[in-house]
Structure formats: structure tokens, C-alpha cells
């Protein structure tokens, strides 16, 4: 099965295809919070040997995604609701820079692909939960890679990772999905036209609300 929300580069290393195979795995709940992994079911799975595969899982733990134990192998973390404090506090501050850079530093490939985006956004796109969840990693993934800043890229990744996470587990008991992915349009409208301060505002905007969707439902 294992649906991939990250597309990957063709020159991406074996190690790197397993980490962003595994990671989205782990992103939509295919690997469960708590799950053992089974090292050689994801190698059969992803058709490659375990080294990869190893070096991919502690590239997870250092993303807090999975959890080693001496003699007792290397589970999928809990999923706590008590993370989403600090999981916020960071995307408050960093999502807002990454979207104001994207606005500043996007190129005219760039903007096209997130116009592209933004009329996917616009059709209609159902009920599927799970694809919505797919197109808001997509969206946020766009616009990070559009801030031209690899540490930045990679931190909010890691972020938006865990809290997408919380956003699975809860989505079940959540309303207006929709109109939360729905959010992404005049985000990346102000991207698209450049607006860097409105970008920022708007992404500050989606965050918070996404804290506090999940707070109602504690």
C-alpha cells in the first residue's frame, strides 16, 4: 500500500527514498502510533536491503517518528497531544518566515507549479479525507521548498510531519477538513503575487487554527 505525499528526486540515494517511504507511511497513519516496525516486510515492500532501511530509521528517531529499544526493536512513537504546545510554538514562528521567503524567492516555475496547486485547491475535491490530508502536505511541502533555505525546509518538514500526525489520529472526530485545506488558497494566492507580509500573516492564520481545532476536541 504505503502512500508517498512527497515526491522524490531521481537522483535521491536508496537511504533517502526508504526515509521518505517510511516517513509518510508513519505521516498517514499506514504505520500505526506504537506499531513494531518490521524491518524486512518494508525491505520486501520498498524492494531494497536493510541498510537503507536502518539508516532511514534513525534518520525517524532523530525526528522523533519512531523509537529504539535495546533487544526490543524499533517502534512507531505514541502520538501525545501534550507535543502539540511545542510542535506549535515552533510552526507559529517558522511557517510565517518560510511562506514571507516563498513570496520573495519563488521563480516563475515555481509559481506556476504553486498556481497549480492553488486550482487543484479551487476544484472540487470531496469528502476523501485522506486526500485532503495529501494535498495540505503537498501545499505546505510547495512552499517550503519555494523559501530556497534547505534548513528551513527540512525543520518545517519534520514539523508539519508530526503535526499532520496529530491532525490523522483526531480527524475522525474533527469538522470543517475542508475549509481548513480550504485555507491554502488565498495563502498561496499572496505567494503567487509576491505579497510576503500578507503570506506571513495568512500562514500564522492557518497554524493557530490548526492548534485550536484540535484543543476544542480535548
Known sequence: MG?????????????????????????????????????DRLSTELGMGRTPIREALKRLERDRMVVAYPRRGTFATDVQISDLAHISEVRRTLEPLAASAAAERATPADRA???????????DQGDDTTELLRTDVAVHRAIYRCAYNPFLEDTLIAYDSLATRIWCVFIPRLSGVTGHVDEHVPLLTA?????ADRAAELALKHVTGFEEAIRALI
Open 113 to 123: 507549479e504553486l498556481t497549480g496547486l492553488r486550482s487543484q485547491l479551487e476544484g
Open 3 to 39: 502512500t508517498q505525499v512527497n515526491n522524490q528526486s531521481p537522483g535521491a540515494s536508496l537511504a533517502e527514498q526508504a526515509y521518505v517511504a517510511i516517513r509518510d507511511r508513519l505521516v498517514m497513519l499506514e504505520i500505526q502510533p506504537g506499531d513494531p516496525i518490521n524491518e
Open 191 to 195: 505567494i503567487i503575487d509576491g505579497e
